[in-house]
């Protein structure tokens, strides 16, 4: 079983900054590649980042490109997200979320919310 307990979230003012936090527990196979999502309100859950093991391997929401940065430190049993020039269009429930490839995202965190305002 995997956990994941994401934390890091808050209000910005646009232009601003945060980092996302996400610890997770259980077999590393199991959360061999991890992502983010976001949800924001009244809309679908979609894909912000994702990584693999080794870190080596990253994709990107367009919507996000250059802005943010997803990286892990295993050691850490951690992933994050780094989020630059954040934008209102940016305020989201962000979710962490583990599995075995990108297509099999198994395990989901409890979210953690980020507003921004203009």
């Known amino acids: 079983q995997v956990l994941l307990v994401e934390s890091g979230g808050g209000s910005v003012q646009a232009g601003g900054s945060l980092r996302l936090s996400c610890v997770a527990s259980?077999?590393?196979?199991?959360?061999?590649?991890m992502a983010w999502f976001r949800q924001p309100p009244g809309k679908e859950r979609e894909l912000v980042a994702s990584i693999t093991w080794g870190g080596t391997s990253t994709s990107y929401a367009d919507s996000v490109k250059g802005r943010f940065t997803i990286s892990r430190d295993n050691a850490k049993n951690t992933l994050y997200l780094q989020m630059n020039s954040l934008q209102s269009e940016d305020t989201a429930v962000y979710y962490c979320?583990?599995?075995?490839?990108?297509?099999?995202?198994?395990?989901w965190g409890q979210g953690t919310q980020v507003t921004v305002s203009s």
């Open positions: 979320a583990a599995g075995t490839t990108r297509a099999t995202l198994n395990y």
């Open positions: 259980g077999p590393p196979f199991s959360r061999s590649t």
